[in-house]
Each structure stands twice: as C-alpha cells, then as structure tokens.
C-alpha cells in the first residue's frame, strides 16, 4: 500500500425486518471478514418483533467486548431500529450513517438479510483498489446458495458488464443476464457522482436503477473470484419478477430509454450474429474483466475484456467468444 494512501475503508448496510432465522448467518459472513482495511458495519432495521434486535444486541456486544476478534485494521458495527418505507429507504438511511463525514475513496456496498459475503471477499476487492486506485466500480463472479448454505451455482465463465448495456437497462435477465447485487462495491464518489442515493419509489428494482446511473460515469471491474453470496429462499423479494419487470418497463418509459434500449439490443444482437467479437469490442459490448496472472496472486491483476451473459435462448446463435480481441 502507498504510504500516502489511507487504509481502505469499507461501508456496509444490510436492511432488515423480521429476519431472524437467517440474519446471524449474514452477519458473520461480514463481522469475519479480515484483511488490511477498516469496516463499519451498519443494520438498519425497520421495527423487527420476531427476535431481529435481539440477536442484533448479540451481536453488537460480542464486537464490543472483544468477544468477536477483529480481523480487520478496525471494525465497528451500529444499529439502528424505526419504521421505514421499504428496502431501499432503509438502505439510504444506512448508507447516510455509515459514510457520514468519509472521504470520497469509501468502498460502499449493502448485503441483504438473508445473503453473505465470501470469506475473503473484502480483502480480495482491498487488494485490487490498492493496485487500481482510480477505479470505481467492482463485482466477482455471481453465486448462489439454498437456505440451508448449499452451493448450488458458482459462475465458471468470465463476464463482463458493458457500459452501453448497463446505461441502457439492459441486464435485467430478459436479454442480458442479471446483475448481482451482492459481492457488487463502489466508491463513495462514484455514489455522490450517480445522485448519492437509492430511488425509494421502487419497491423491487432501485438496484437496476443505480447500475443505470452508475454507468453514466464508470463501468465495472469483473475480479476472477466469488466476493458475495446470494441466498434463494421462499420469503426473497426477487420471486415476484411481475412487479419487478414493471417497475423496470416503467423506470425506461418515463426516461424515454425504452426505444434506445431496444436499439442497443438490436446491434448486439447483429454484430454477436455476425460472429465478430472484435467488432463488439470496438462498439462498446465489452467490459474489463481482472484475473491474477498465471492464476496465482503473486502475479498482479491482469485486465482483459469480456462479452456480456446473455439470458437463455436470446439472441438464438450468437456465437461470440468473450474473447473479443482480434
């Protein structure tokens, strides 16, 4: 690390109402993270009664008295319990706790109730802002669990998320696979820069929203490794797809991003036909991607490019390589 750079300082909320039966789980996955870097933790809670705040009060003691080691340069968690107007105001709260008074190079992230961090995860993400100070935005591979912590899906291929596609509100699993939030981090600049909050008239889809905006400044940096977890279970927010897709359809129609969307699809769908990946590298269908060299750490990060997932069955026959250099 350079002297004249300070630790990396990570900022983290996770929302909650009533999560109890899943929520330690959550919580460990971020309490244990260690590495060379400062976290604070933050819980915001939205008047839980199913025995949330009592295993919060658990856990706020464990760190305070040492009884929960810290890994990290420093570690701090906070709660917070009032009514709130859903997820996303919930977050903007937290985020407005954890960043108060921060520099603009704070690492931002949340982690719902129910998913986790990889062991490692915050580390993994330190080192490379270290070797990569200028960049905003990063993410690893995406990975799923069962509500017993069975690891049913690790991604195996390297994709990337391209400006154009991310600006376009494209990867929403229709044509382009979905983002994962979770494992998902950004510099506080790159949040004041987007607007320095959530959209809170979305009950489902603020996070799209956000990558939407995100990219109007910076793309992000794929890392060849797992950083979050996201848990399927009976109670997820996300199996109401309906709603989300409406909420979607109606961010893009009032934008006047709906037609220019489907444009951006449409070229894709021609240059990825055409079996020209150099093609989508030159038109913006390509994201960086980092990789350790030679698949070993000593090695520093090595950026290549990426093609975008594309969701099941569209466009049929594309056949590109998501190695788009000629």
């Given at each position: 690390?350079?002297?004249?750079?300070?630790?990396?300082?990570?900022?983290?909320?996770?929302?909650?109402?009533?999560?109890?039966?899943?929520?330690?789980?959550?919580?460990?996955?971020?309490?244990?993270?260690?590495?060379?870097?400062?976290?604070?933790?933050?819980?915001?809670?939205?008047?839980?009664?199913?025995g949330t705040l009592e295993r919060l009060a658990f856990w706020e003691a464990a760190v305070a008295d040492g009884r929960l080691p810290a890994?990290?340069?420093?570690?701090?968690?906070?709660?917070?319990?009032?009514?709130?107007?859903?997820?996303?105001?919930?977050?903007?709260?937290?985020?407005?706790?954890?960043?108060?008074?921060?520099?603009?190079?704070?690492?931002?992230?949340?982690?719902?109730?129910s998913d986790?961090?990889?062991?490692g995860a915050l580390?993994?993400?330190?080192?490379?802002?270290?070797?990569?100070?200028?960049?905003?935005w990063v993410c690893g591979r995406r990975a799923n669990i069962d509500e017993a912590d069975f690891p049913f899906f690790i991604e195996e291929e390297m994709y990337g998320y391209p400006?154009?596609?991310?600006?376009?509100?494209?990867?929403?699993?229709?044509?382009?696979?979905?983002?994962?939030?979770?494992?998902?981090m950004w510099r506080r600049s790159l949040w004041d820069d987007a607007g320095g909050r959530l959209d809170d008239t979305f009950r489902l889809a603020a996070d799209f929203d956000l990558w939407r905006r995100f990219?109007?400044?910076?793309?992000?940096?794929?890392?060849?490794?797992?950083?979050?977890?996201?848990?399927?279970?009976?109670?997820r927010l996300s199996a109401d797809i309906a709603r989300y897709y409406a909420e979607v359809d109606g961010c893009l129609a009032r934008l006047g991003l709906?037609?220019?969307?489907?444009?951006?699809?449409?070229?894709?769908?021609?240059?990825?036909?055409?079996?020209?990946?150099?093609a989508l590298h030159r038109q913006g269908f390509t994201a960086r991607v980092a990789r350790f060299a030679n698949g070993e750490p000593e090695g520093g990060w090595v950026m290549t490019h990426a093609l975008p997932d594309l969701a099941?069955?569209?466009?049929?026959?594309?056949?590109a390589s998501p190695d788009p250099h000629p």
């Open positions: 690390m350079r002297a004249d750079r300070p630790p990396i300082r990570f900022c983290i909320v996770t929302p909650c109402l009533n999560y109890a039966g899943l929520l330690d789980r959550t919580l460990l996955s971020v309490l244990s993270q260690a590495g060379d870097f400062s976290l604070h933790y933050h819980v915001q809670d939205g008047g839980s009664t199913d890994g990290c340069r420093e570690l701090r968690l906070t709660v917070a319990s009032a009514p709130d107007r859903g997820i996303y105001d919930a977050l903007n709260r937290g985020f407005a706790t954890v960043t108060a008074g921060g520099p603009p190079d704070d690492v931002m992230t949340w982690i719902n109730a986790l961090f990889y062991p580390e993994t993400v330190a080192r490379f802002l270290r070797a990569h100070p200028d960049e905003r400006r154009r596609t991310l600006a376009a509100g494209l990867h929403v699993g229709r044509s382009f696979q979905w983002i994962q939030p979770e494992g998902m990219a109007a400044h910076a793309g992000p940096v794929v890392l060849d490794r797992v950083t979050g977890v996201y848990r399927f279970h009976a109670d709906d037609g220019p969307g489907r444009a951006v699809e449409a070229e894709f769908a021609r240059l990825a036909a055409a079996g020209d990946p150099a099941p069955g569209w466009p049929a026959g594309t056949g």
